[in-house]
């Protein structure tokens, strides 16, 4: 579907529509090149094992509609699809897959829930998806956003996963970093617009690490703020920062991309729900969508397309609309 694939997801097209205030930073970063020896030299450590195609996607699943569910959708969308705007090629959440459909466990999981409910769920790729969703020309948005108060007056979201936040480091871990509280007082790199920045700078942001690094008595890390995930990598990879911060999809997407040059620290859990929003206009078939979800939790195939993505934490057990409560 792409003749060219880049050599590391860049984080722009989220930052458009995940409208995060008090992303500041203290320290910008320079576009200077990565030195060529920066990721270490040493072969000699436990970096976990994390290989393969970044955009590889297990075989499609294909559902036949339950009745209960179908039976409470509005007839007009049997009619016409529900379209829902991605970026492109963001794995391993949402990209063009070989086959030419949208692949990634977002679309995976949506397409899954829409067979159960009886609805075509069409995915149309931009680079501005919140441009054109606040125009009218698409029924939501997918990206793995978190769910906010202030975005759920955009929209409603249906929550499938709880945020996580991975530490990248260069090849080997040269600083040790087993914990965010290993963080406080080092550089540390995220991308402009990213819920991780937000944790680097503002303390009432959920999950910040300047509140977590004051409590426990230890000086704030250091922000290091990045355009994309692109220069946020050079940063790391140049020892201009210690670490990467970002969500484990992502994290996980980078190590494999980076040929060895990389490693995730740790990863961890966040009590802050991610999901799909979706136009309140379709706040009936949002309900539906919902129990479909849920479905696909108690069948067990929801796990099944996350872990086929490499996606180990954050899976719920319960699904739910509009989770957040701040």
């Known amino acids: 579907m792409f003749l060219l694939r880049p050599a590391l997801v860049p984080l722009a097209s989220v930052a458009v529509a995940v409208l995060l205030a008090g992303c500041g930073a203290q320290v910008e970063d320079p576009d200077a090149a990565a030195s060529p020896d920066a990721a270490g030299t040493s072969a000699a450590c436990d970096d976990p094992d994390i290989s393969g195609d970044p955009f590889a996607a297990p075989e499609l699943t294909e559902l036949e509609a339950d009745t209960e569910l179908a039976g409470q959708v509005p007839d007009t969308y049997t009619e016409?699809?529900?379209?829902?705007g991605v970026a492109p090629d963001l794995p391993p959440i949402n990209f063009g897959g070989e086959d030419g459909e949208q692949r990634g466990y977002e679309a995976d999981l949506l397409r899954a829930a829409g067979q159960l409910v009886g609805v075509e769920i069409v995915f149309q790729e931009s680079q501005n998806a919140l441009q054109e969703y606040s125009a009218g020309q698409v029924d939501g948005i997918a990206g793995a956003f978190t769910d906010t108060l202030e975005r759920q007056k955009l929209g409603d979201f249906i929550d499938y996963s709880t945020g996580s936040r991975a530490a990248l480091t260069q090849k080997c871990n040269p600083k040790g970093i087993e914990s965010t509280e290993d963080l406080c007082g080092l550089e540390v790199v995220a991308a402009v617009g990213t819920v991780q920045l937000a944790q680097l700078t503002d303390s009432e942001t959920p999950g910040s690490l300047l509140t977590l690094c004051e409590e426990a008595g230890l000086p704030a890390p250091i922000p290091v703020q990045a355009d994309t995930s692109v220069s946020a990598i050079t940063s790391l990879t140049a020892g201009r920062a210690a670490a990467m911060v970002?969500?484990?999809?992502?994290?996980?997407?980078?190590?494999k991309q980076s040929e060895g040059a990389l490693t995730i620290a740790y990863v961890e859990e966040l009590p802050v729900p991610v999901g799909v929003m979706i136009s309140k206009e379709h706040a009936e078939l949002t309900a539906v969508l919902a129990q479909a979800y849920q479905k696909l939790v108690d069948d067990g195939t929801y796990a099944e397309i996350m872990n086929a993505y490499g996606i180990e934490y954050g899976l719920l057990d319960t699904i739910t609309i509009n989770g957040a409560t701040s």
């Open 246 to 255: 970002t969500g484990e999809p992502i994290a996980v997407n980078a190590v």
């Open 80 to 84: 016409q699809p529900l379209v829902i």
